[in-house]
């Protein structure tokens, strides 16, 4: 009986750990300036990743979160692990050391919630019995969170490709109006915030990184491997070109623009070719039985009714 309390008890605070941490994951983590000025008072450099993500085992600890951080990377193998989550947290849109130590601590509550789960109900069964359900515990306990994490980099990355040809198009015609390149990156992230509001924080990012001293070409180089897009990396090199060779950007862009357009129309119709596939398997497996059973039954059921009626032979 006491075990069982134990265990109930540390189920319900690992739940609380678990939603306290993704609660603090949602607030927004932008403060580019903020990383460049704790880059400069250590020593460091912003390269547009997260400071602590640069190779690193030794990590600051900072709160509840820091520590798990810091246990977590200081397991064999657990550094390789924490730095795989840290780049998928920047495709999803969440950087810095505290979004990393909030995530670790959440993977490690629900690994640690599916292992006491499974705890519970088999606590009447002998080990062997239950070997293989703490097995399929620890494995959904620990791809479940990254899992998820990588589901949200996708859907992150899949609006930002969508919205980049629009993007692009109106940067290229601020341009052309004679703004300068950072003044055109601010007032496109403005115009965009609501619509295409990840590519709005990148570019915002970019430029407050710009405006705290950091290169262009660094700042762009970051803006790559936060969102992993290629076609972001050949945005990033056609401005630095275009910035270090003096070439006009805006019909560069407009250009830009146009391709990007061509590629998402090539995607759409990639998606409705693709659609009649995958359609295929729901209706083999779901309609087409169902669709049988509605059709077929009542005649059977008619057909035994009436063969019952002549062998009575009423």
């Not at 070409?217 to 990396?233: N, Q």
């Not at 623009?257 to 359609?279: F, H, P």
């Amino acid at each position: 009986m006491l075990s069982a309390i134990l265990v109930f008890i540390a189920a319900f605070a690992t739940i609380i750990v678990i939603v306290w941490a993704g609660l603090q994951l949602l607030q927004p983590q932008e403060d580019a300036i903020g990383d460049r000025l704790e880059a400069l008072r250590s020593g460091g450099v912003v390269n547009g990743s997260s400071m602590i993500g640069g190779g690193s085992a030794k990590r600051k600890a900072r709160g509840f979160t820091g520590q798990v951080l810091n246990f977590v990377s200081s397991v064999p193998g657990g550094d390789d692990w924490v730095k795989g989550s840290e780049k998928r947290l920047r495709y999803a849109g969440y950087r810095g050391e505290e979004a990393l130590g909030r995530y670790v601590t959440i993977a490690v509550g629900f690994f640690l919630f599916c292992m006491l789960g499974m705890a519970w109900s088999q606590r009447n069964n002998d080990f062997s019995n239950a070997f293989g359900g703490f097995v399929a515990a620890g494995i959904i306990g620990f791809i479940g969170p990254q899992f998820v994490l990588g589901k949200m980099a996708t859907n992150r990355r899949k609006r930002m490709q969508e919205g980049l040809p629009d993007t692009i198009d109106m940067l290229g015609i601020v341009l052309g109006t004679g703004l300068a390149l950072d003044q055109a990156m601010t007032r496109v992230s403005a115009e965009m915030e609501f619509i295409y509001p990840d590519l709005a924080s990148e570019f915002s990012t970019v430029t407050m990184q710009v405006r705290a001293g950091q290169e262009r070409a660094k700042a762009f180089k970051g803006m790559e491997r936060r969102t992993g897009l290629e076609d972001i990396k050949s945005l990033s090199a056609m401005i630095i070109q275009s910035e270090r060779f003096g070439t006009p950007l805006s019909t560069a862009l407009n250009a830009f623009a146009k391709d990007l357009r061509d590629k998402r129309k090539l995607r759409a119709e990639e998606a409705v070719g693709k659609a009649g596939i995958k359609m295929l398997f729901p209706i083999v497996l779901f309609i087409l039985p169902v669709l049988f059973v509605i059709t077929l039954v009542p005649a059977v059921i008619k057909t035994m009714h009436d063969m019952q009626l002549l062998g009575t032979g009423k």
